[in-house]
């Protein structure tokens, strides 16, 4: 089983900067992706960065002012967030894929979300 926490969120305000951490534990073999995903009530949780391998996706709303990073080992994701507006106030949900084996199985987990509220 692999779990994953997160911790960072808080509130700030408009332009201020934030610094989530994702850490993976667990039955890991191999972390083939790692990212950020938000949601905010009523709305369709939606991919925020995404890092696999060489790969970086960004949302085109936070290109340029989020950043994701892995730490060495691999097992902690971070999201760099600078000149947060108020419209990225959500709840932040890391996300973790790959492989408890050598041959599997595969796995695909999701973190308990972090609370980040961005005011005016």
């Known amino acids: 089983q692999v779990q994953l926490v997160e911790s960072g969120g808080d509130k700030v305000q408009s332009g201020g900067s934030l610094r989530l951490s994702c850490v993976a534990s667990?039955?890991?073999?191999?972390?083939?992706?790692m990212g950020w995903y938000r949601q905010t009530p009523g709305k369709e949780r939606e991919l925020v960065a995404s890092s696999s391998g060489d790969n970086t996706v960004y949302a085109p709303s936070v290109k340029g002012r989020f950043t994701i990073s892995r730490d060495v080992g691999e097992t902690t994701v971070y999201l760099q967030m600078n000149s947060l507006k108020p419209e990225d106030t959500a709840v932040y949900f890391c996300n973790a894929a790959g492989y408890s084996g050598y041959e599997g199985p595969h796995f695909e987990v999701w973190g308990q979300g972090t609370l980040v509220t961005v005011s005016s």
């Open positions: 667990g039955n890991i073999f191999s972390l083939n992706a």
